[in-house]
């Protein structure tokens, strides 16, 4: 059973860099058939894509945040990140990692979530 | 970049009873579309890929439909663990978008 973890500080300063790991188990990420993801979602709001990575390091970003998102894989540990910087009180949010499946070329759906961490940005 | 409006907002509704849900979209997707239930604390789960096809595991009861700009989320008779909210994601065009959610909530 394919399981994705999410893992990292809950509290960030205003100004700093957000970092999150996304440790996969259950299977590799060095799969040609997906793609993995980030998505976040503000407190009592929506969802919002973040960005996709597939396991050669391609990436793929929402051109709202891509000034200030990284997303990497480390194939070697079963895991992807993803750094966010010069966070600000609207970066609150509970972030998830997802895999990506049903994809063509980079566009495609969430199918396998981790169970979100929760990520408050204040001084 | 393409904009999805879901309605109702919220949808009140009894056990067995039959709820339609709307996604609407800016442009034409063709029948890239997805369905999404989230229940309070927990992440999204894939209902309906590709506007009518059920991911794994996914209850009979729950069905999509629709093509182009209009999709339709149909729950036959819904069950106790069916209240929560319900999004749709298109996957036609980078960046990847949700729309705003319909709650199902208890009447």
């Known amino acids: 059973q394919l399981q994705l973890q999410e893992s990292g500080p809950g509290l960030v300063k205003p100004s ?7 440790t996969v188990s259950g299977g590799s990420i060095s799969s040609s058939d997906y793609y993995w993801g980030w998505i976040r979602q503000p407190p009592g709001k929506g969802l919002e894509w973040i960005g996709n990575i597939f396991y050669s390091g391609s990436t793929y970003y929402n051109p709202s945040l891509k000034s200030r998102v990284t997303i990497f894989v480390d194939t070697s540990k079963n895991q992807f990140s993803l750094k966010l910087s010069s966070v600000t009180a609207a970066d609150t949010a509970v972030y998830y990692c997802a895999r990506l499946g049903f994809c063509s070329s980079v566009t495609c759906y969430a199918d396998y979530w981790g169970q979100g961490t929760l990520v408050t940005v204040s001084s | 970049e393409i904009v999805l409006t879901q309605s109702p907002a919220t949808l009140s509704l009894s056990p067995g009873e039959r709820a339609t849900l709307s996604c609407r979209a800016s442009q034409s997707i063709s029948s890239y579309l997805a369905w999404y239930q989230q229940k309070p604390g927990q992440a999204p789960r894939l209902l309906i890929y590709d506007a009518s096809n ?11 439909s629709g093509s182009g700009a209009d999709f339709t989320l149909t729950i036959s008779s819904l069950e106790p663990e069916d209240f ?3 999004y749709c994601q298109q996957r036609s065009s980078w960046p990847l978008t949700f729309g705003p959610g319909t ?5």
């Open chain 1, 16 to 22: 700093e860099t957000l970092s999150l790991t996304c």
């Open chain 2, 54 to 64: 059920r991911a794994t595991g996914i209850p009979a009861r729950f069905s999509g």
């Open chain 2, 103 to 107: 709650k199902v909530d208890l009447k």
């Open chain 2, 84 to 86: 929560a909210v319900y």
